[in-house]
């Protein structure tokens, strides 16, 4: 049976968000094309239909989850987002969490259209929290940098400790704390 265009196009839609997901689980090296075609419901043989290599579909995918958490952060003010973000809840979603968060370290092992999407996918990160009233409105760039990397960091750190430490709450607090106390300075925010 003859696959439309249409239906091909969603299909591939549906891969890169399978292995967005699972690739934010478990790393880029813990997912084989197999298990993740498997999981989206497609054979392995169709996956070069779609993509030349495991590596596009790293790019694409870092790049879809990259935009996707942008879309959900993007229309926030700086106290929602830091209390969002800097959160047991978003630590303990790795999948549904942020890209950043889960794949940074990995990213940087990868090649450069990999690297790329990310730097474009922060670029757009920090334009969405940067928008009129969004959360890093007003903020000079090295601060809504500073801020994206504090956060982005204390997820990075309490995911490094087991689910159930102690230490993995403090980090999260410490770090909303040490965020979000400048920002009630007048000169932080005036």
Do not use: W
Not at 17 to 28: P, Q, V
Not at 55 to 66: I, N, P, Q
Not at 92 to 115: F, H, N, V, Y
């Amino acid at each position: 049976m003859k696959v439309t265009k249409a239906q091909a196009q969603e299909n591939r839609a549906h891969i890169v968000e399978t292995a967005s997901r699972l690739f934010r689980e478990r790393g880029y090296d813990g997912v084989g094309v197999a298990e993740l075609m498997a999981t989206a419901g497609f054979t392995h043989g169709g996956f070069y239909k779609h993509f030349r290599s495991k590596a596009d579909l790293m790019a694409e995918a870092a790049a879809s989850g990259l935009s996707r958490t942008a879309a959900k952060t993007g229309g926030v003010n700086i106290l929602e987002f830091v209390e969002l973000y800097v959160s047991r809840e978003h630590r303990d979603a790795r999948s549904d969490g942020c890209t950043m968060a889960a794949l940074c370290g990995d990213a940087a092992r990868q090649p450069e259209s990999i690297k790329a999407a990310f730097a474009n996918g922060i670029e757009g990160f920090l334009a969405a929290l940067n928008h009129e009233g969004a959360a890093l409105d007003g903020l000079a760039r090295d601060r809504q940098i500073d801020i994206l990397a504090h956060a982005i960091g204390a997820i990075v750190l309490s995911r490094a400790c087991p689910d159930d430490s102690p230490l993995a709450d403090e980090i999260l607090e410490a770090c909303r704390t040490a965020i979000l106390e400048p920002l009630s300075s007048p000169a932080e925010t005036g």
